[in-house]
C-alpha cells in the first residue's frame, strides 16, 4: 500500500518561510518521480515543482528563485522548501509520485499516488 504523507503546512506572514515535508512509503522510492502540487480554492491543481528519479529538478515560473525542491532517497523523503511567501502561495500543497510515461512529459497529467494535502496559509 502507498502512502505519502506531508507535513510542514501552517499559517505565515508574507515574508515568511516554511519547508514541506512527505514521507513515503510502500513505493520504491528511487525509481519515483516526486512533485509538488498545490491547489488553491477555485483553481486547479497545478505542479509547484518536481524531483525525477535522476535528481533533476522543474520548478514552475512562479516559485523560481522563491522555492527549493529536494530529496532524499535514503530517508524515501522529499522536501520543498519555500521562501519569500506571497499570500497568492495560499493554498493546500499536495504530494505525487509518478512513473514517467513514454512520450509524456513527467509532471503533465493527475497521475500516480498522491498525498492527503498540508494547507499552506500565507496571511498577515
Known amino acids: 500500500q502507498v502512502q505519502l504523507v506531508e507535513s510542514g503546512g501552517g499559517l505565515v506572514q508574507p515574508g515568511g518561510s516554511l519547508r514541506l515535508s512527505c514521507a513515503a512509503s510502500?513505493?520504491?522510492?528511487?525509481?519515483?518521480?516526486m512533485g509538488w502540487y498545490r491547489q488553491a480554492p477555485g483553481k486547479q491543481r497545478e505542479l509547484v515543482a518536481g524531483?525525477?528519479?535522476?535528481?533533476?529538478?522543474t520548478y514552475a515560473e512562479f516559485v523560481k528563485g522563491r522555492f527549493t525542491a529536494s530529496r532524499d532517497n535514503a530517508k524515501n523523503t522529499v522536501y520543498l522548501q519555500m521562501n519569500s511567501l506571497k499570500p497568492a502561495d495560499t493554498a493546500v500543497y499536495y504530494c505525487?509520485?509518478?512513473?514517467?510515461?513514454?512520450?509524456?512529459?513527467?509532471?503533465?497529467?493527475?497521475?500516480?499516488?498522491w498525498g492527503q494535502g498540508t494547507q499552506v496559509t500565507v496571511s498577515a
Open positions: 510502500g513505493i520504491i522510492f528511487s525509481v519515483a518521480n
Open positions: 505525487n509520485a509518478r512513473l514517467a510515461r513514454p512520450g509524456y512529459p513527467i509532471w503533465v497529467g493527475e497521475i500516480g499516488y
Open positions: 524531483v525525477d528519479s535522476g535528481g533533476r529538478i
